[in-house]
């Protein structure tokens, strides 16, 4: 537990951020045979107990590998706490979120309160960093660099990860029984949320690359991809609400549907006029024929009941 408890601390202490091992960084090193060493132990043993403790150590270490890996990766280096920048932020509230989970499913399984405790104090952290980087450091009101490489940047680091995550946690229940029973409450506005902030976030840095400041010039091009693609999501909800037979899903899909329209019709057809404003209706109108046609071909089945 000692030494379990040093090498935790060990990535965010000074002296060891540019230690090296045979020209690699320590923790490539270190962290891989501390795993390997803990399984072998894992493997050996016959206690029943001791087995439990290998299983926690085991999957302490992987995650603390994958964040600490993670952070040096896409920062250059651990993060500095006593100065946060926007790259640290986003992969602290990521690696923290992560870990809250394997924790919060640790306890699931070993209903030992020192899982939850740690699963909340993580999750907690992971809160205040969203909060810091959706005020401060929203690359939407400030000018961040999200990186080069379009989808996969920090966009996905701060609002895909976290919605991915998040449904991970749904579908799998493993919240402590009292917070999952508001599991809906709390959870699918989170994930709804962090949604809506990726898909517009990835929209926008198709157009503008590397950055998606609103302060940025707009082209009418990019105005018209948010109704095309939201409207292809919204038939995607639809499809397969009535598919799974989920009312939450099938509405879901409807009220952005909805939404779609009404964007379509009071902000994007107000910059058209005569030819084209009559092709923009032509083909909004094919497209809800074609989303009827789709209502008809998988409708509910009123006998099965909606869950």
């Known amino acids: 537990t000692l030494v379990l408890l040093r090498i935790t601390l060990s990535p965010w202490t000074a002296q060891y951020s540019s230690e090296t091992i045979f020209t690699v960084h320590w923790s490539l090193i270190v962290l891989p045979i501390m795993t390997a060493l803990v399984y072998s132990a894992y493997r ?30 896409l920062v250059g280096h651990y993060p500095d706490f006593t100065q946060l920048n926007f790259a640290e932020l986003a992969v602290l ?20 309160t020192l899982y939850l405790y740690a699963a909340t104090a993580l999750a907690a952290a992971s809160a205040v960093a969203h909060l ?25 680091v701060i609002w895909a990860v976290p919605a991915i995550v998040l449904a991970v946690i749904y579908h799998l229940n493993i919240l402590p029984r009292e917070i999952g029973r508001q599991k809906h409450k709390v959870l699918l506005p989170l ?15 198709f157009f503008q690359e590397n950055q998606i400041w609103l302060g940025l010039v707009t ?33 879901t899909g409807f009220a952005i549907l909805l ?6 019709f009071l902000f994007d057809m107000a910059h058209f006029d005569g030819f084209y404003r009559a092709i923009s ?27």
């Open 281 to 307: 209706f032509i083909g909004l109108g094919l497209s809800l024929v074609g989303l009827g046609w789709l209502f008809s071909r998988f409708k509910l089945d009123n006998k099965e009941g909606v869950s």
């Open 93 to 112: 509230s990521m690696n923290w979120l992560v870990l809250s989970t394997v924790y919060c499913w640790r306890f699931k399984l070993t209903e030992r």
């Open 191 to 205: 994930i709804g949320g962090f949604s809506f902030l990726f898909v517009n976030g990835v929209i926008r840095d």
């Open 44 to 73: 050996l043993h016959d206690n029943l107990a001791l087995k439990r403790w290998y299983e926690g150590a085991l999957i302490h270490l992987i995650a603390l590998f994958v964040t600490t890996e993670t952070s040096y990766f």
């Open 259 to 264: 939404v779609v329209i009404l964007k379509a």
């Open 132 to 156: 810091v980087i959706n005020t401060r450091y929203n690359p939407f009101l400030t000018t961040q660099e999200i990186g080069d490489y379009f989808f996969f940047n920090f966009l996905a």
């Open 219 to 251: 082209t009418q091009a990019e105005i018209y991809a948010y109704s095309v693609v939201w409207f292809i999501l919204a038939g995607c909800f639809i499809i397969v609400g009535q598919r799974k037979i989920k009312a939450g899903i099938y509405q």
